[in-house]
């Protein structure tokens, strides 16, 4: 017997339209090894990148870039990586928290929890959040290339489709 969840994950798209954004105020492209892990497990994945910004850590540019992806109708999902923790200068956390039309508090939980299989307990500095604007499913991870890769192999990967499709409904 086939559950509900199978069912949706069947009916899901094989392959999302997705933008990758770092928040960072030293990066760039050719230094991005984060973003640029992003992007890699994406294509073998066979989703694409349809958009690729690196955006300093200031909240009216962030916003900005997140409104302009999720209203583009180009995009199905915004993946953003740098800004989670709780420095100063990190204000990931707090812009796409107030963007968001839907929370979604279990990818947060869960990327947390399993990050502390890794680091311990300086895995609760983390702020990852994930979430909905309007149609479009957007998910935060912190900046480290080991933190892109738990986010994206143990979570984003493994269930892309099926959260783009839920959040079209």
Do not use: N, W
Request: hydrophobic share 40%.
């Amino acid at each position: 017997m086939s559950t509900s969840t199978d069912e949706h994950r069947s009916e899901s798209p094989r392959s999302v339209r997705c933008a990758v954004i770092t928040v960072s105020d030293t990066r760039k492209l050719e230094t991005d090894r984060g973003g640029q892990r992003i992007v890699e497990l994406l294509a073998g994945a066979g989703h694409t990148v349809v958009r690729r910004e690196i955006v300093p850590d200031e909240p009216a540019r962030i916003a900005a870039l997140l409104t302009a992806s999720s209203e583009s109708g180009q995009v199905d999902a915004v993946l953003i990586t740098g800004g989670t923790g709780i420095a100063a200068r990190d204000q990931t956390f707090e812009t796409v928290s107030g963007l968001l039309t839907k929370t979604l508090p279990g990818y947060g939980e869960l990327f947390r929890m399993l990050s502390y299989d890794d680091i311990g307990p300086a895995a609760m500095l983390s702020r990852a959040i994930g979430g909905v604007i309007g149609r479009v499913l957007v998910l935060t991870m912190p900046g480290s290339p080991a933190a892109v890769e738990l986010a994206m192999s143990k979570l984003i990967v493994p269930e892309l489709g099926h959260l783009v499709y839920e959040a079209r409904k």
